[in-house]
């Protein structure tokens, strides 16, 4: 018989490995085609339970949204009334492929071994940059496949702030503009508040610096410096740092220059990388 220490969660009993082993667990759980399902936080996927929440997807459209953020609410994953709101008024359903299960509670694939992570794992980091995504202040979002958290980032900052992504595979930067354009966010790329770019996200993108708000969307083995100068005094930094087992780190800037960091959950995300590790080469 296995042998592993158990919690019950939610009425469910779980088989716990310690916590920095269970990536292995689900990493392996939640596979889906031949795309590893990243981009999800190990703590929460727990806490709230993803295999409970994946189940829900109730209903298409600006309905499935609205369940989704209503789930992530009662789950206990959002907490701010305007990370609700945001998350409410950009459709999921318009970033990710046709056909995949879009308010679920579950990173998919989307093509390039990259995947746009779980809502809770929005969610979280909307939240945990949310005193600097106030009206007017600027962001730069590393890693932006879809463009979907970008997005939420725009409504946030609004028209009076900056947002830019930056994503190395010019494929899916397209897709993200094209997503984008579709959602209410489309305004806001179009008077120039937002725009998506393609580079290399480890050098950050020093036309609009220094940014309020840097997220991360990949797990990087060492903070970039790049990253560093480019955050403001008074700035934060949501980046995964880490290899096999990554931890979500919060790196906060005083208006000194000197750097913070505590880590605020275990988390299972895609390298920051370079193309040709990423895509093979293609
Ligand atoms: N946050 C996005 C995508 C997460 S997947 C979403 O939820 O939709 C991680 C993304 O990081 C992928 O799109 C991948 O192409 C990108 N990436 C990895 N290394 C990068 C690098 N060095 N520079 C820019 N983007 C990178």
């Not at 716990?16 to 981009?39: G, I, W």
Request: glycine residues 10%; charged residues 20%; contains cysteine.
């Amino acid at each position: 018989m296995r042998s592993c220490p158990t919690f019950t969660a939610f009425g469910r009993h779980y088989c716990a490995p310690p916590r920095r082993l269970v990536s292995l667990t689900f990493t392996s759980l939640h596979r889906h085609n031949s795309a590893p399902f990243l981009n999800f936080s190990l703590f929460t996927a727990f806490r709230s339970p993803f295999s409970r929440m994946e189940q829900f997807q109730t209903g298409t459209g600006s309905t499935g949204n609205k369940a989704m953020v209503e789930n992530l609410k009662r789950f206990g994953v959002i907490s701010s009334k305007k990370v609700a709101e945001v998350m409410e008024a950009l459709d999921r359903g318009l970033f990710v492929p046709v056909g995949s299960s879009a308010y679920a509670d579950t990173p998919l694939p989307i093509g390039y071994n990259a995947t746009i992570s779980a809502p809770h794992m929005h969610a979280t980091c909307l939240q945990l940059l949310e005193d600097k995504l106030q009206p007017g202040m600027r962001a730069l979002d590393v890693g932006s496949g879809t463009g979907y958290l970008t997005g939420c980032f725009a409504l946030m900052v609004g028209a009076e702030g900056r947002v830019v992504g930056v994503d190395h595979i010019p494929q899916l930067v397209d897709m993200s503009i094209k997503n984008v354009e579709k959602s209410v966010a489309g305004s806001l790329l179009q008077k120039g508040s937002l725009s998506l770019h393609v580079g290399d996200g480890r050098k950050g993108w020093g036309e609009f610096a220094p940014y309020d708000a840097i997220h991360v969307g990949a797990a990087a083995s060492e903070i970039p410096q790049a990253l560093l100068d480019q955050l403001k005094p008074g700035g934060r930094m949501v980046i995964p740092v880490g290899t096999y087992f990554q931890e979500l780190k919060v790196i906060d800037k005083s208006e000194d220059g000197s750097i913070k960091a505590r880590t605020e959950t275990s988390v299972r995300y895609v390298p920051l990388t370079s193309r040709v590790e990423q895509t093979g080469g293609f």
